[in-house]
Protein backbone atom coordinates (compact mmCIF):
# COMPACT_ATOMS: atom_id res chain seq x y z
CA UNK A 1 0.00 0.00 0.00
CA UNK A 2 2.94 2.20 0.53
CA UNK A 3 3.72 1.95 -3.20
CA UNK A 4 -0.05 3.08 -4.27
CA UNK A 5 0.12 5.98 -1.55
CA UNK A 6 3.40 7.19 -3.38
CA UNK A 7 1.69 6.93 -7.04
CA UNK A 8 -1.62 8.78 -5.81
CA UNK A 9 -0.95 10.62 -3.03
CA UNK A 10 -1.64 10.59 0.72
CA UNK A 11 -5.36 10.41 -0.01
CA UNK A 12 -5.18 6.80 -1.87
CA UNK A 13 -6.69 5.61 1.43
CA UNK A 14 -9.58 7.82 1.82
CA UNK A 15 -10.47 7.56 -2.12
CA UNK A 16 -10.23 3.84 -1.56
CA UNK A 17 -12.81 3.46 1.18
CA UNK A 18 -15.34 5.97 -0.11
CA UNK A 19 -15.30 3.94 -2.90
CA UNK A 20 -15.83 0.83 -1.03
CA UNK A 21 -18.48 2.33 0.62
CA UNK A 22 -20.69 3.59 -2.41
CA UNK A 23 -20.09 0.19 -3.67
CA UNK A 24 -21.44 -1.27 -0.81
CA UNK A 25 -24.40 0.83 -0.77
CA UNK A 26 -24.81 0.08 -4.23
CA UNK A 27 -25.09 -3.45 -3.75
CA UNK A 28 -27.27 -2.58 -0.81
CA UNK A 29 -29.73 -1.18 -2.87
CA UNK A 30 -29.76 -3.84 -5.49
CA UNK A 31 -30.92 -6.18 -2.90
CA UNK A 32 -33.32 -3.72 -1.42
CA UNK A 33 -34.79 -3.44 -4.96
CA UNK A 34 -34.49 -7.30 -5.87
CA UNK A 35 -36.13 -8.04 -2.69
CA UNK A 36 -39.28 -5.57 -3.35
CA UNK A 37 -39.58 -7.37 -6.42
CA UNK A 38 -39.76 -10.71 -4.63
CA UNK A 39 -42.24 -9.86 -2.25
CA UNK A 40 -44.89 -8.35 -5.24
CA UNK A 41 -44.29 -11.24 -7.72
CA UNK A 42 -43.62 -14.42 -5.12
CA UNK A 43 -45.75 -13.59 -1.93
CA UNK A 44 -49.15 -13.61 -1.75
CA UNK A 45 -49.35 -10.42 0.30
CA UNK A 46 -47.48 -8.75 -2.98
CA UNK A 47 -49.56 -9.87 -5.34
CA UNK A 48 -52.75 -8.64 -3.31
CA UNK A 49 -51.11 -5.53 -3.00
CA UNK A 50 -50.49 -5.14 -6.56
CA UNK A 51 -53.86 -5.82 -8.21
CA UNK A 52 -55.32 -3.78 -5.52
CA UNK A 53 -53.28 -1.16 -6.90
CA UNK A 54 -53.24 -1.80 -10.63
CA UNK A 55 -56.94 -2.56 -10.90
CA UNK A 56 -58.88 -0.76 -8.28
CA UNK A 57 -62.92 -0.79 -8.82
CA UNK A 58 -63.16 1.78 -11.86
CA UNK A 59 -60.81 -0.73 -14.26
CA UNK A 60 -62.17 -3.70 -12.77
CA UNK A 61 -65.81 -2.69 -13.45
CA UNK A 62 -64.65 -1.48 -17.20
CA UNK A 63 -62.54 -4.11 -17.98
CA UNK A 64 -65.65 -6.65 -17.03
CA UNK A 65 -67.75 -4.77 -19.00
CA UNK A 66 -65.98 -4.54 -21.97
CA UNK A 67 -65.26 -8.03 -22.19
CA UNK A 68 -69.24 -9.02 -21.27
CA UNK A 69 -69.97 -7.05 -24.41
CA UNK A 70 -67.25 -8.97 -25.98
CA UNK A 71 -68.43 -12.63 -25.11
CA UNK A 72 -72.21 -11.86 -26.15
CA UNK A 73 -70.78 -11.25 -29.63
CA UNK A 74 -68.39 -13.97 -29.57
CA UNK A 75 -71.20 -16.52 -28.06
CA UNK A 76 -74.13 -15.63 -30.45
CA UNK A 77 -71.04 -16.16 -33.27
CA UNK A 78 -71.34 -20.25 -31.56
CA UNK A 79 -74.48 -20.32 -30.62
CA UNK A 80 -75.93 -18.94 -33.73
CA UNK A 81 -74.34 -19.31 -36.59
CA UNK A 82 -72.54 -22.38 -36.23
CA UNK A 83 -74.67 -24.20 -34.43
CA UNK A 84 -73.10 -25.07 -31.27
CA UNK A 85 -76.21 -25.75 -28.94
CA UNK A 86 -74.54 -27.20 -26.27
CA UNK A 87 -74.49 -24.81 -23.23
CA UNK A 88 -72.51 -26.78 -20.65
CA UNK A 89 -70.08 -28.35 -23.06
CA UNK A 90 -69.15 -24.71 -23.91
CA UNK A 91 -68.55 -23.74 -20.44
CA UNK A 92 -66.54 -26.43 -20.03
CA UNK A 93 -64.00 -26.03 -22.81
CA UNK A 94 -64.43 -21.99 -21.13
CA UNK A 95 -62.87 -23.45 -17.78
CA UNK A 96 -60.13 -26.04 -19.62
CA UNK A 97 -59.28 -23.21 -21.77
CA UNK A 98 -59.00 -20.90 -18.63
CA UNK A 99 -56.86 -23.82 -16.53
CA UNK A 100 -54.54 -23.82 -19.59
CA UNK A 101 -53.62 -20.58 -19.83
CA UNK A 102 -53.30 -19.93 -15.98
CA UNK A 103 -50.95 -23.19 -16.31
CA UNK A 104 -48.73 -20.99 -19.38
CA UNK A 105 -49.09 -18.00 -16.83
CA UNK A 106 -47.50 -20.52 -14.19
CA UNK A 107 -45.45 -22.39 -16.04
CA UNK A 108 -43.20 -18.64 -17.02
CA UNK A 109 -43.66 -17.55 -13.18
CA UNK A 110 -46.40 -15.16 -14.35
CA UNK A 111 -48.64 -16.51 -12.07
CA UNK A 112 -49.53 -15.08 -8.61
CA UNK A 113 -48.31 -17.15 -5.49
CA UNK A 114 -51.46 -18.40 -3.31
CA UNK A 115 -51.52 -17.77 0.22
CA UNK A 116 -50.53 -20.84 2.63
CA UNK A 117 -52.97 -23.34 2.39
CA UNK A 118 -53.24 -23.47 6.45
CA UNK A 119 -55.12 -20.01 5.82
CA UNK A 120 -57.65 -21.08 3.67
CA UNK A 121 -59.04 -24.67 3.98
CA UNK A 122 -59.57 -27.13 1.10
CA UNK A 123 -63.01 -27.44 1.54
CA UNK A 124 -63.77 -23.33 1.44
CA UNK A 125 -62.12 -23.98 -2.16
CA UNK A 126 -63.90 -26.94 -2.98
CA UNK A 127 -67.30 -25.55 -2.22
CA UNK A 128 -66.57 -22.14 -3.93
CA UNK A 129 -65.24 -25.02 -7.04
CA UNK A 130 -68.75 -26.25 -6.92
CA UNK A 131 -71.00 -23.58 -6.63
CA UNK A 132 -69.77 -22.18 -9.20
CA UNK A 133 -70.18 -25.04 -11.93
CA UNK A 134 -73.71 -25.15 -9.88
CA UNK A 135 -74.20 -21.47 -10.56
CA UNK A 136 -73.56 -22.02 -14.30
CA UNK A 137 -75.16 -25.15 -14.88
CA UNK A 138 -78.63 -24.14 -13.22
CA UNK A 139 -78.41 -20.67 -15.06
CA UNK A 140 -78.50 -22.65 -18.57
CA UNK A 141 -81.39 -24.72 -17.46
CA UNK A 142 -83.38 -22.11 -16.05
CA UNK A 143 -82.91 -20.11 -19.78
CA UNK A 144 -83.81 -22.99 -21.33
CA UNK A 145 -87.14 -24.03 -19.78
CA UNK A 146 -88.08 -20.57 -18.77
CA UNK A 147 -89.31 -17.20 -20.68
CA UNK A 148 -86.38 -14.54 -21.09
CA UNK A 149 -88.77 -12.46 -19.17
CA UNK A 150 -89.29 -15.01 -15.93
CA UNK A 151 -85.52 -15.66 -16.39
CA UNK A 152 -84.82 -12.16 -16.14
CA UNK A 153 -87.05 -11.94 -12.93
CA UNK A 154 -84.85 -14.91 -11.31
CA UNK A 155 -81.63 -12.35 -11.96
CA UNK A 156 -82.81 -9.48 -10.65
CA UNK A 157 -84.17 -11.58 -7.68
CA UNK A 158 -80.39 -12.38 -6.50
CA UNK A 159 -79.49 -8.85 -5.26
CA UNK A 160 -81.62 -9.00 -2.61
CA UNK A 161 -80.85 -12.26 -1.88
CA UNK A 162 -77.06 -11.21 -1.45
CA UNK A 163 -77.89 -8.26 0.56
CA UNK A 164 -80.20 -10.51 2.98
CA UNK A 165 -76.83 -13.34 3.13
CA UNK A 166 -74.22 -10.71 3.79
CA UNK A 167 -76.20 -9.01 6.60
CA UNK A 168 -76.92 -12.26 8.08
CA UNK A 169 -73.44 -14.54 8.21
CA UNK A 170 -71.15 -11.11 7.59
CA UNK A 171 -73.10 -8.63 9.36
CA UNK A 172 -72.78 -6.37 6.65
CA UNK A 173 -75.63 -3.57 6.61
CA UNK A 174 -77.36 -1.57 4.03
CA UNK A 175 -78.16 2.15 4.42
CA UNK A 176 -81.95 3.09 3.65
CA UNK A 177 -80.72 5.06 0.81
CA UNK A 178 -78.73 1.98 -0.97
CA UNK A 179 -82.03 0.23 -0.26
CA UNK A 180 -84.09 2.63 -2.54
CA UNK A 181 -81.58 2.62 -5.01
CA UNK A 182 -81.49 -0.96 -5.41
CA UNK A 183 -85.26 -0.92 -5.16
CA UNK A 184 -85.21 1.87 -8.61
CA UNK A 185 -82.53 -0.58 -9.92
CA UNK A 186 -84.63 -3.69 -9.89
CA UNK A 187 -88.07 -2.16 -10.90
CA UNK A 188 -86.26 -0.19 -14.03
CA UNK A 189 -84.95 -3.32 -14.85
CA UNK A 190 -87.70 -5.27 -14.52
CA UNK A 191 -89.88 -2.73 -16.42
CA UNK A 192 -87.12 -2.72 -19.50
CA UNK A 193 -86.68 -6.83 -20.06
CA UNK A 194 -89.92 -8.54 -18.49
CA UNK A 195 -92.00 -8.81 -21.55
CA UNK A 196 -92.82 -12.32 -21.57
CA UNK A 197 -93.65 -13.37 -18.28
CA UNK A 198 -94.59 -17.11 -18.78
CA UNK A 199 -94.65 -18.98 -15.25
CA UNK A 200 -93.85 -23.18 -15.34
CA UNK A 201 -92.90 -25.34 -12.53
CA UNK A 202 -90.35 -26.96 -13.34
CA UNK A 203 -88.71 -23.43 -14.48
CA UNK A 204 -89.87 -21.90 -11.67
CA UNK A 205 -88.40 -24.55 -9.29
CA UNK A 206 -84.84 -24.40 -11.83
CA UNK A 207 -84.48 -20.59 -11.17
CA UNK A 208 -85.29 -20.96 -7.81
CA UNK A 209 -82.65 -23.36 -7.19
CA UNK A 210 -80.29 -21.11 -9.30
CA UNK A 211 -80.52 -18.02 -6.90
CA UNK A 212 -79.21 -19.53 -4.29
CA UNK A 213 -75.69 -20.86 -5.29
CA UNK A 214 -75.53 -17.53 -7.89
CA UNK A 215 -75.45 -15.49 -4.73
CA UNK A 216 -73.26 -17.35 -2.50
CA UNK A 217 -71.15 -17.49 -5.87
CA UNK A 218 -70.34 -13.95 -5.69
CA UNK A 219 -70.30 -13.41 -2.03
CA UNK A 220 -67.86 -16.37 -1.37
CA UNK A 221 -65.45 -14.62 -4.53
CA UNK A 222 -65.83 -11.38 -3.28
CA UNK A 223 -64.68 -12.12 0.94
CA UNK A 224 -61.92 -14.44 -0.22
CA UNK A 225 -60.28 -11.88 -1.66
CA UNK A 226 -61.04 -9.02 0.39
CA UNK A 227 -60.32 -10.78 3.41
CA UNK A 228 -57.51 -12.73 2.49
CA UNK A 229 -54.48 -12.52 0.18
CA UNK A 230 -56.02 -13.92 -2.85
CA UNK A 231 -55.73 -12.41 -6.33
CA UNK A 232 -58.21 -13.31 -8.88
CA UNK A 233 -56.14 -15.56 -11.14
CA UNK A 234 -54.71 -17.30 -7.78
CA UNK A 235 -58.01 -18.01 -6.74
CA UNK A 236 -58.78 -19.29 -10.30
CA UNK A 237 -56.17 -21.39 -10.31
CA UNK A 238 -57.16 -23.74 -7.18
CA UNK A 239 -60.88 -23.55 -7.99
CA UNK A 240 -61.48 -24.26 -12.00
CA UNK A 241 -60.17 -27.99 -11.41
CA UNK A 242 -63.03 -28.66 -9.16
CA UNK A 243 -65.15 -26.67 -11.70
CA UNK A 244 -63.96 -28.84 -14.13
CA UNK A 245 -64.80 -31.78 -12.30
CA UNK A 246 -68.08 -30.70 -11.45
CA UNK A 247 -68.79 -29.70 -15.27
CA UNK A 248 -68.30 -33.09 -16.36
CA UNK A 249 -70.37 -34.35 -14.15
CA UNK A 250 -73.52 -32.11 -15.42
CA UNK A 251 -72.73 -32.04 -18.84
CA UNK A 252 -74.62 -36.00 -19.71
CA UNK A 253 -77.01 -34.53 -17.69
CA UNK A 254 -77.85 -31.28 -18.67
CA UNK A 255 -76.80 -30.74 -22.55
CA UNK A 256 -78.45 -32.48 -25.37
CA UNK A 257 -77.03 -35.79 -27.11
CA UNK A 258 -74.84 -35.34 -30.34
CA UNK A 259 -71.51 -33.30 -29.41
CA UNK A 260 -69.38 -35.81 -30.85
CA UNK A 261 -71.51 -35.83 -33.96
CA UNK A 262 -70.93 -32.00 -34.12
CA UNK A 263 -69.04 -30.74 -37.08
CA UNK A 264 -65.53 -30.23 -35.71
CA UNK A 265 -64.05 -28.31 -38.86
CA UNK A 266 -61.75 -25.54 -38.57
CA UNK A 267 -63.49 -22.48 -38.75
CA UNK A 268 -66.01 -23.65 -35.87
CA UNK A 269 -63.18 -24.78 -33.84
CA UNK A 270 -61.57 -21.47 -34.07
CA UNK A 271 -65.24 -19.75 -33.26
CA UNK A 272 -65.48 -22.03 -30.52
CA UNK A 273 -61.88 -20.79 -29.25
CA UNK A 274 -62.11 -17.21 -29.32
CA UNK A 275 -65.50 -17.69 -27.00
CA UNK A 276 -63.30 -19.37 -24.63
CA UNK A 277 -60.37 -16.73 -24.40
CA UNK A 278 -63.46 -14.38 -23.54
CA UNK A 279 -64.63 -16.76 -21.46
CA UNK A 280 -61.60 -16.87 -19.54
CA UNK A 281 -61.11 -13.16 -19.96
CA UNK A 282 -64.94 -12.80 -18.57
CA UNK A 283 -64.00 -15.09 -15.40
CA UNK A 284 -61.06 -13.03 -14.59
CA UNK A 285 -62.70 -10.02 -14.97
CA UNK A 286 -65.57 -10.88 -13.16
CA UNK A 287 -63.48 -12.02 -10.09
CA UNK A 288 -60.90 -8.74 -10.03
CA UNK A 289 -64.55 -6.84 -10.01
CA UNK A 290 -65.97 -8.87 -7.23
CA UNK A 291 -62.36 -7.99 -5.16
CA UNK A 292 -62.39 -4.49 -5.64
CA UNK A 293 -66.12 -4.08 -4.92
CA UNK A 294 -68.78 -6.37 -3.28
CA UNK A 295 -71.30 -8.69 -4.99
CA UNK A 296 -74.03 -6.38 -4.84
CA UNK A 297 -72.06 -3.78 -6.63
CA UNK A 298 -71.28 -6.79 -9.27
CA UNK A 299 -75.42 -7.80 -9.64
CA UNK A 300 -76.05 -4.02 -10.49
CA UNK A 301 -73.08 -3.82 -12.66
CA UNK A 302 -74.84 -6.59 -14.50
CA UNK A 303 -77.86 -5.10 -14.66
CA UNK A 304 -76.18 -2.16 -15.95
CA UNK A 305 -74.61 -4.11 -18.98
CA UNK A 306 -78.49 -5.38 -19.72
CA UNK A 307 -79.98 -1.81 -19.86
CA UNK A 308 -76.90 -0.35 -21.86
CA UNK A 309 -76.74 -2.96 -24.33
CA UNK A 310 -80.66 -2.46 -24.60
CA UNK A 311 -80.12 1.38 -25.30
CA UNK A 312 -77.06 0.99 -27.35
CA UNK A 313 -79.48 -1.37 -29.96
CA UNK A 314 -82.18 1.42 -30.31
CA UNK A 315 -79.56 4.43 -30.26
CA UNK A 316 -77.26 2.58 -33.17
CA UNK A 317 -78.63 -0.72 -34.19
CA UNK A 318 -82.37 0.62 -34.95
CA UNK A 319 -84.12 -1.59 -32.78
CA UNK A 320 -87.26 -0.61 -31.02
CA UNK A 321 -87.62 -2.28 -27.64
CA UNK A 322 -90.80 -0.23 -27.00
CA UNK A 323 -91.18 3.41 -24.85
CA UNK A 324 -92.13 1.23 -22.20
CA UNK A 325 -88.63 -0.80 -21.84
CA UNK A 326 -86.96 2.08 -23.07
CA UNK A 327 -88.23 3.88 -20.04
CA UNK A 328 -87.48 1.46 -17.41
CA UNK A 329 -83.94 0.99 -18.41
CA UNK A 330 -83.32 5.06 -18.12
CA UNK A 331 -85.16 4.33 -14.63
CA UNK A 332 -82.43 1.51 -13.84
CA UNK A 333 -79.28 3.63 -14.96
CA UNK A 334 -80.46 6.63 -12.82
CA UNK A 335 -80.78 4.13 -10.09
CA UNK A 336 -77.21 2.58 -10.70
CA UNK A 337 -75.83 6.34 -10.83
CA UNK A 338 -77.04 6.68 -7.24
CA UNK A 339 -76.33 3.50 -6.21
CA UNK A 340 -72.57 4.21 -7.47
CA UNK A 341 -72.94 7.94 -5.96
CA UNK A 342 -73.38 6.68 -2.54
CA UNK A 343 -70.41 3.83 -2.38
CA UNK A 344 -67.87 6.54 -3.54
CA UNK A 345 -69.48 8.91 -1.14
CA UNK A 346 -68.93 5.86 1.63
CA UNK A 347 -65.68 5.07 -0.23
CA UNK A 348 -64.33 8.98 0.56
CA UNK A 349 -65.59 8.97 4.56
CA UNK A 350 -63.96 5.98 4.80
CA UNK A 351 -60.52 7.39 3.39
CA UNK A 352 -61.17 10.54 5.31
CA UNK A 353 -61.71 8.18 8.60
CA UNK A 354 -58.61 5.98 8.13
CA UNK A 355 -56.59 10.06 7.31
CA UNK A 356 -57.73 10.87 10.73
CA UNK A 357 -57.09 8.12 12.53
CA UNK A 358 -53.36 8.04 11.57
CA UNK A 359 -53.27 11.83 12.03
CA UNK A 360 -54.16 11.07 15.55
CA UNK A 361 -51.67 8.05 15.83
CA UNK A 362 -48.82 10.47 14.37
CA UNK A 363 -50.03 13.10 17.00
CA UNK A 364 -50.37 10.98 20.28
CA UNK A 365 -46.98 9.56 19.06
CA UNK A 366 -45.13 12.85 18.68
CA UNK A 367 -46.53 13.47 21.74
CA UNK A 368 -45.18 10.81 23.58
CA UNK A 369 -41.71 11.49 22.13
CA UNK A 370 -41.91 15.18 23.42
CA UNK A 371 -42.84 13.70 27.02
CA UNK A 372 -39.99 11.33 26.78
CA UNK A 373 -37.39 14.15 25.85
CA UNK A 374 -38.74 16.45 28.10
CA UNK A 375 -38.40 13.47 31.01
CA UNK A 376 -34.65 13.12 29.84
CA UNK A 377 -34.14 16.62 30.17
CA UNK A 378 -35.66 16.52 33.71
CA UNK A 379 -33.50 13.85 34.89
CA UNK A 380 -30.20 14.86 33.24
CA UNK A 381 -31.12 18.34 34.81
CA UNK A 382 -31.69 16.50 38.51
CA UNK A 383 -28.53 14.71 38.04
CA UNK A 384 -26.23 18.00 37.04
CA UNK A 385 -28.15 19.36 40.37
CA UNK A 386 -27.20 16.45 42.71
CA UNK A 387 -23.69 16.23 41.38
CA UNK A 388 -22.93 19.94 41.94
CA UNK A 389 -24.60 19.68 45.46
CA UNK A 390 -22.57 16.55 46.29
CA UNK A 391 -19.39 18.56 45.26
CA UNK A 392 -20.25 21.43 47.14
CA UNK A 393 -20.83 19.56 50.23
CA UNK A 394 -17.30 17.67 49.48
Known sequence: MSLLDSVLGKNARRFIKRKDSDAGELGLSLEEFRSSLYNDFNTSEGARRKQQTYCGPFVAMSFNFMISVGIIMANKLVMGKIGFNFPVALSLIHYVTAWFLMAVFRLFSLLPVSPPSKSTPFSSLFLLGAVMSFSTGLSNISLKHNSVGFYQMAKISVTPTIALAEFLFFSKKVTLYKVLALAVVSIGVAVATVTDLEFNLFGASISLAWIVPSAVNKILWSNMQQTGNWTALSLMWKTTPI????????????????????????????????????????????????????????????????????????????????????????????????????????????????????????????????????????????????????????
Open 243 to 394: TIFFFLALMPLLDPPGLLSFNWDSNNLTAILISAVFGFLLQWSGALALGATSATSHVVLGQFKTCVIMLGGYLFFNSDPGIVSLCGAIVALSGMSFYTYLNLRASQDSAAATKQLLKQASFAQKSKTTADDEKSDAKVTLDSFLDRDLKEIA
